[in-house]
T-cell receptor
Framework: AQTVTQSQPEMSVQEAETVTLSCTYD???????LFWYKQPPSRQMILVIR??????QNATENRFSVNFQKAAKSFSLKISDSQLGDTAMYFC???????????FGGGTRLMVKP | DAGVIQSPRHEVTEMGQEVTLRCKPI?????LFWYRQTMMRGLELLIY????????DSGMPEDRFSAKMPNASFSTLKIQPSEPRDSAVYFC???????????FGNGTRLTVT
């Protein structure tokens, strides 16, 4: 069974600054997917970014990028130029080789301060 | 595209009552998932369907929980009888295929008193 660990229950960042959220996982599989989801107060789960384990290049989506270290089983999310709308819970998730049977971490609550 | 539609958005019921949560996946998506979110256990996969067929229900907590997908555009999650520990947010999600990202609905917040 896979496990996903987010060691930072809460974080805060000043608007326009950069913040990095940590995630580690444990698996014996060689092919898998990793995701970051955002859950704002509206409760909706929004996909932020997705990484295929077989790709060495780190995924990037606008202000969001990841640092994927496969050997270390680490998958951190960097948010650049933080905006007030980035305030939310962020969940790291592991998907098996089919991609979307997800195991979620416990979440990190991010507060962006003006 | 209206996204994944769940109803009701909120449900309050008394212990022992039957509760039915509903989900309409995105048209053309053939995989559907039910997740439960609680403070104590986080997000847990309950069951998933592929082409309307239940593939893995190992996450369903006990026999009081059942899920059906009678057609490609509708799924239900039923709890009978409900208990206070079932209080949680229940999410439905769909995807076009097993290797595609999930699209989540807005969830149903269930409170069992």
């Amino acid at each position: 069974a896979q496990t996903v660990t987010q060691s930072q229950p809460e974080m805060s960042v000043q608007e326009a600054e950069t913040v990095t959220l940590s995630c580690t996982y444990d698996t014996s599989e060689s092919n898998y997917y990793l995701f970051w989801y955002k859950q704002p107060p509206s409760r909706q789960m929004i996909l932020v970014i997705r990484q295929e384990a077989y790709k060495q290049q780190n995924a990037t989506e606008n202000r969001f990028s990841v640092n994927f270290q496969k050997a270390a089983k680490s998958f951190s999310l960097k948010i650049s130029d933080s905006q007030l709308g980035d305030t939310a819970m962020y969940f790291c998730a592991f998907g098996n080789n089919a991609g979307n049977m997800l195991t979620f971490g416990g979440g990190t609550r991010l507060m962006v301060k003006p | 595209d209206a996204g994944v539609i769940q109803s009701p958005r909120h449900e309050v019921t008394e212990m022992g009552q039957e509760v039915t949560l509903r989900c309409k996946p995105i048209s053309g998506h053939n995989s559907l998932f039910w997740y439960r979110q609680t403070m104590m256990r986080g997000l847990e996969l309950l069951i998933y369907f592929n082409n309307n067929v239940p593939i893995d229900d190992s996450g369903m907590p006990e026999d009081r929980f059942s899920a059906k997908m009678p057609n490609a555009s509708f799924s239900t999650l039923k709890i009978q009888p409900s208990e206070p520990r079932d209080s949680a947010v229940y999410f439905c999600a769909s995807s076009p295929g097993l290797e595609s990202p999930l699209h989540f609905g807005n969830g149903t917040r269930l409170t069992v008193t």
